[in-house]
């Protein structure tokens, strides 16, 4: 089992920054890879970010390219998310994941067998 916290989340003004947190805890030796999530309102959950703890591979979204780091902290067992020129569509609960599955496709929600509780991001104009 993996435990996931993610923290960080918070009231933003469009073209502020923000960085979340998702410390892991439990058999985290067994996680592949770590992903962002986010669902806003009435939509479905989309991928965001993520990143392979072996040798920091990373993946986006497009629409979060040149805006968002995924970075990742081995001896801390956590996985961080920079948010900079957030903008209101950002707005969405952001969930952590982590999958213990070798897989090529990271985006793949079902890929995901473990997730966090998630956090609040909220963005005004």
């Known amino acids: 089992q993996v435990q996931l916290v993610e923290s960080g989340g918070g009231l933003a003004q469009a073209g502020d920054s923000l960085r979340l947190s998702c410390a892991a805890s439990g058999r985290t030796s067994s996680s592949y890879a770590m992903g962002w999530f986010r669902q806003a309102p009435g939509k479905e959950r989309e991928f965001v970010a993520a990143?392979?703890?072996?040798?920091?591979?990373?993946y986006y979204a497009d629409f979060v390219k040149g805006r968002f780091t995924i970075s990742r902290d081995n001896a801390k067992n956590t996985v961080y998310l920079q948010m900079n020129s957030l903008k209101p569509e950002d707005a969405a609960v952001y969930y952590c994941?982590?999958?213990?599955?070798?897989?090529?496709?990271?985006?793949?929600?079902?890929?995901?067998?473990?997730w966090g509780q998630g956090t609040q991001v909220t963005v005004s104009s």
């Open positions: 994941a982590a999958s213990t599955r070798v897989v090529s496709d990271l985006s793949r929600e079902y890929l995901y067998n473990y």
């Open positions: 990143i392979k703890w072996s040798g920091g591979t990373t």
